[in-house]
């Protein structure tokens, strides 16, 4: 059974940081890109950063060099460090794993930006 469990989200204020966690278990891991994506209300889930099977990275342009995704296969544990918070970054935050045509989710962490 394919499981992503993310974690460390909650309320932080502006301009703080937080370090979300996705660990995985029923997949390879490490043939999997490995992505964070958000979502807020009434708008479409979109991409935050991914990571692929070589540690290349991506990122949407409006958390470049704030947040960082990482990952480490021997934990089957991907991650994101975010900085500089702002209260635009609120949304739940889903862990996604690929591999071929297989597409998987995790339940999703709420992240809070505000004072």
């Known amino acids: 059974q394919v499981q992503l469990v993310e974690s460390g989200g909650g309320l932080v204020q502006p301009g703080g940081s937080l370090k979300l966690s996705c660990a995985a278990s029923?997949?390879?891991?490490?043939?999997?890109?490995m992505g964070w994506y958000r979502q807020t209300p009434g708008k479409q889930r979109e991409l935050v950063a991914v990571i692929n099977t070589g540690g290349s990275t991506n990122y949407a342009d409006s958390v470049k060099g704030r947040f960082t995704i990482s990952r480490d296969n021997a934990k089957n544990t991907v991650y994101l460090q975010m900085n500089s918070l702002q209260p635009e970054d609120t949304a739940v935050y889903y862990c996604?794993?690929?591999?071929?045509?297989?597409?998987?989710w995790g339940q999703g962490t709420q992240v809070t930006v505000s004072s």
């Open positions: 996604n794993g690929k591999f071929s045509i297989m597409d998987y």
């Open positions: 029923g997949i390879t891991f490490g043939f999997h890109v």
